[in-house]
């Protein structure tokens, strides 16, 4: 990457909550801690990241994408 900067892709099954926990372990065992998280699947919710909780994911992957 630019300006030696680093990144991992992680695939996972985001309905799946124990394989997100699995995925953002991979991260942390790669690089100490997450910086940047993006998660690209499903209809999105309009919330900051600080805002963000558990049960906003079960309900966002639980929405049709239709």
């Not at 630019?2 to 995925?23: P, R, T």
């Not at 499903?42 to 239709?66: K, N, W, Y």
């Amino acid at each position: 990457m630019a300006s030696g900067h680093k990144a991992l892709g992680v695939a996972m099954d985001v309905a799946n909550e124990e394989a997100v926990e699995g995925g953002v372990a991979a991260v942390v065992k790669a690089f100490g801690g997450v910086d940047i998280l993006v998660s690209n699947a499903g209809p999105a919710l309009s919330l900051q990241i600080v805002e963000f909780a558990r049960e906003h994911g079960r309900v966002t992957m639980a929405l049709p994408c239709d």
